[in-house]
């Protein structure tokens, strides 16, 4: 009869023991947080990092990514606290306002908001545990690097857009301002900072100061001073993301995709590798002839070894680098003579070419009767144009639920 009171007091013990398990049990602390209109808010405020997924339950690449999107979290939330880091997911279809105000368009999107500020980029890499868990990781790391001595400065990358602040200290709110900026930027820009005594020649006694260094080998642009308020943290973000983003940017497989997403057509540039000179004309075109352009083209540069394939699609080879085309995102019209970039008003005229259709035109019909074209030039134009290649690079329906598709 007592071994039948053990046992049942051992069972009493267990089931009680669930039962206060059950109830103290958060879903915060396993999985993703299902964040809310009445919850996003105060997640985004007290949290260092949030990295959401936006799902739809009907979308079947959502429903592959969430075990995975889970088990990370699981991982993530056992190493960092809540209150650095939160990995959350938001139903779209449920909490269409928050898609609304993310600018969501395709499912899953998985964004980053670090201190409160959205990241300029998205997650596009790969969709793993370790793959998710190493980029919270990365994202928490120190994106300004501190030098110890102005010297070290020389040796900077000047390939790389470089920010330069000059502090008297850590503790201070034009760097809380700074470190913000950089946070948000720091795939952009390079960021470098000196404290102390070690730049106290460069900058009066409590009176940070702030340096913009561009890509000298790459353009003919200088260095420049903020003049605004470090304390004023929209007025240091523009003027910080107006340097570190340029006119002209580079495309790279690693960006392909954003960039097709932004929905421009480009004016690219194919060069050979390191061929810095044919780099600079560009930028310095596009800077003083088409700057007026930039909310309607994308202008960038390419390596051409590493985008042979668009050049072969042009009936191109690596021989005849460097050279421009424009690709549409249905077709790519090739710049007919790369010397004539520097003559005044010739990239603006083809840009405006694409524009009236007259370069889709002429490729069917060949050059305008009332132009003043020798007729050899144009006999062997082929009679359609080659279809635009990086509209493939932009983001897959293979790997995503598009919500529209105006490519």
Request: hydrophobic residues 35%; aromatic residues 10%; charged residues 25%.
């Amino acid at each position: 009869m007592g071994l039948l009171q053990e046992l049942t007091s051992v069972k009493f013990t267990v089931f009680l023991h669930i039962c206060i398990s059950f109830s103290c049990y958060s879903p915060t602390d396993s999985g993703a947080v299902a964040l809310t209109q009445s919850t996003i808010d105060n997640t985004l405020a007290t949290s260092e990092l949030v990295f959401i997924n936006f799902y739809a339950e009907w979308c079947r690449f959502s429903n592959i990514l969430a075990p995975i999107f889970e088990e990370a979290a699981t991982k993530v939330a056992a190493e960092f606290p809540q209150q650095q880091v939160v990995m959350g997911k938001v139903d779209c279809d449920k909490e269409n306002s928050i898609a609304t105000r993310f600018h969501i368009t395709k499912y899953p999107t998985l964004k980053v908001i670090q201190n409160g500020q959205p990241a300029k980029r998205e997650y596009r890499g790969q969709r793993s545990v370790d793959a998710f868990y190493n980029f919270v990781k990365k994202q928490l790391e120190d994106p300004i690097k501190e030098f110890k001595e102005l010297n070290e400065l020389k040796n900077l990358d000047t390939k790389k857009r470089i920010i330069i602040g000059f502090f008297d200290t850590k503790d201070c709110p034009e760097y809380n301002t700074f470190r913000r900026v950089a946070t948000t930027l720091k795939d952009d820009c390079q960021f470098h900072v000196g404290f102390g005594s070690v730049v106290q020649q460069m900058h009066p006694p409590n009176q940070p100061i702030v340096v913009f260094r561009p890509d000298v080998a790459l353009s003919n642009e200088r260095d420049e001073t903020f003049n605004g308020s470090l304390t004023n943290y929209d007025e240091t973000n523009i003027w910080i993301s107006e340097r570190c983003i340029p006119l002209v940017r580079e495309i790279t497989f690693e960006n392909a995709e954003e960039l097709t997403e932004e929905g421009l057509p480009f004016l690219i540039l194919f060069h050979k590798p390191n061929d810095d000179d044919v780099i600079k004309r560009f930028k310095d075109i596009v800077q003083t002839d088409l700057i007026h352009e930039k909310q309607n083209i994308n202008f960038l540069t390419a390596d051409g070894e590493r985008f042979a394939h668009p050049l072969h699609h042009l009936g191109k080879g690596q021989d005849e680098l460097p050279l421009i085309a424009i690709d549409s995102f249905r077709h790519m019209y090739l710049f007919p003579d790369i010397a004539d970039m520097d003559k005044p008003g010739k990239l603006q005229q083809f840009i405006k070419d694409l524009y009236s259709g007259k370069l889709h035109r002429e490729f069917h019909h060949g050059p305008d009767p009332n132009e003043v074209v020798a007729a050899i030039e144009h006999v062997k134009q082929p009679t359609t144009p080659p279809e635009s290649t990086f509209k493939k690079l932009g983001p897959s329906k293979n790997r995503y639920t598009l919500l529209r598709d105006e490519l």
